[in-house]
C-alpha cells in the first residue's frame, strides 16, 4: 500500500535524495491534517447518530477520543489531545489546517498553534488563526520555540485577561510524577507554578553554594532535595518504602531475570540484591518478605476467583503485579481500578481471568456503550485482552510474561524505614 512511499532509489544522486526526505516531511503533515479531518467527522457522526437515539447532549461523543489514540497506537491522554486539535483546527482555524496540508507546519507546531489559542474565544481564535498563518511564508524558518512565542504574542494582545485566567487555571494541575531514567535512575518532576519552582530550585541552589565537599553541585542538590523531603540522609541505603518483585532464583540462586519495582518498572536483578543485602545489614531498615500468592497468615494460596463483587485484596494485588500498567494497548498509566473486563452485572466472574488493572480513564472508558472486552488465559498463563470499540475495531493486550508464566515462584519483598508501620 505504501509501496511508492518507502521505496527509495539509492542512485537517485543526493539532491533527489534530500528532495526525497522534504517530500516525506510534507506527506506527515498531509497525513496529520487527513486524521485531524477523520477525527473531527467520526466526532461528528457519533454525536448525530447519539441525538438521533435520544442520547443526552452532555453524554454525547463520549470515547471517541479513546478510539482515536487506539487508532493511532497512542495513550488515551493524547487521544483527547488529538481530538481537541482536530476539532480546534477543523472547525476554527482554518489557516492553520491549511498550512498542516500544505506542510508549511508539522503536527506538533500545528498543535503549539492550538495550545497557545485554547484561552481565546472563537473570534479571537480566529483571528490568531489568520494573523500566523493565512500568510505561510511567515511561518518558514520559524522553530517550535519561536511558532509557541509568536502564537503566545497574539494571543497576549488578543486577550489578556483570558491569559492570565488560563494561567490561575494552570495552578490547579500542579503534581509530581515520576518516570524511569536510564542506569537505574528516575526523573521525579515537580509541575510548579513558576513562583514556587523557582523558589525551589533557589533553595537547592542555596545548599550547593554553602556546601563544600568535594561532591558536584548537581550531586548536593540532589541529595538536599531527598533529605528534605524525606526527612533522612540521602546517603542512607533505601527509601522509606520500596516494594520489589523478584522470583527467588533471583533472589537466592543468582539468577538474571530481573526483578520488578510495581510504578517504576525492571531493575536489574543485581541491584535489587544490592538493594536488599544493604537493608539487611542496616539496622535502621528491614526487609519483610512474602511470597506474591500466598496469604500472609496462613500460606494458603491466594483464591484466583471470588463469589463478591469487589476483587478481594489478595487477588487485586495478583493482577496489578500481572498486568503491570493499565491494561488498555498504548496506554500505560498507573493502575488505579480492580475491572471486570465482562461487567459484573451481566454475569462476568471476579476472577483473575475476568480481572483487569485498568487506570481510572480507561475504567470509565470501556463503560461507555459499544465497548467490550474479552480475556483469555492460555495454559502457559499468558493473560490476553481483546478489546473491541464502537466501530468493532479490536485491539489485542497481552500481559507482560513475568510473573504469570511462573506462578509461585516469585516474592514480593518490602523494605521499609524502620519508623514505618504497617502490615508485613
Ligand atoms: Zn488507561
Known sequence: MFDSLVVIDPGAGEAALVERIAELERVKSAAAAGQARAAAALDATRRAAEAATGVPAA??????AAEI?????????????????????????????????????SEWRATLIVRESACLDLEDRRTLDAELCAEVTGLHGLGDARIAAAAKAIAYRLDPHAVVDRAAHAATERT??????????????????????????????????????????????????????????????????????LSDHTLLDGADDPAEIPGYGPIPAAVARTLITSTATDARTRATLRRLYTHPGSGALVAMESRARIFPRGLATFIARRDGRCRTPYCDAPIRH?????????????????????????????????WKVTTTTSHNHTHTADFTTPTGATYRSTAPPRITAIPLSHLEIRISNALTTHAA
Open 338 to 370: 480492580t475491572d471486570h473486563a465482562q461487567p459484573w452485572a451481566t454475569g462476568g466472574p471476579t476472577t483473575a481471568d475476568n480481572g483487569l488493572g485498568l487506570c481510572e480513564a480507561c475504567n470509565y472508558t470501556k463503560n461507555n456503550p459499544g
Open 176 to 245: 509530581v510524577t515520576i518516570r524511569p531514567a536510564p542506569e537505574t535512575m528516575t526523573y521525579l518532576t515537580a509541575l510548579l507554578p513558576v513562583a514556587q519552582g523557582v523558589s525551589v530550585y533557589a533553595a537547592l541552589r542555596r545548599a550547593a553554594d554553602t556546601t563544600v565537599d568535594g561532591r558536584s553541585r548537581g550531586q548536593v542538590m540532589a541529595d538536599t532535595l531527598v533529605e528534605r523531603l524525606t526527612g533522612r540522609a540521602a546517603a542512607m541505603p533505601t527509601p522509606i518504602a520500596v516494594n520489589l518483585v
Open 59 to 64: 453524554r454525547r461523543g463520549r470515547g471517541v
Open 69 to 105: 489514540a487506539l487508532a493511532r497506537r497512542d495513550s488515551p491522554a493524547r487521544g483527547n489531545r488529538h481530538l481537541g486539535f482536530a476539532k480546534a483546527l477543523v472547525h476554527e482555524m482554518p489557516h492553520t489546517l491549511a498550512a498542516l496540508e500544505s506542510g508549511a507546519l
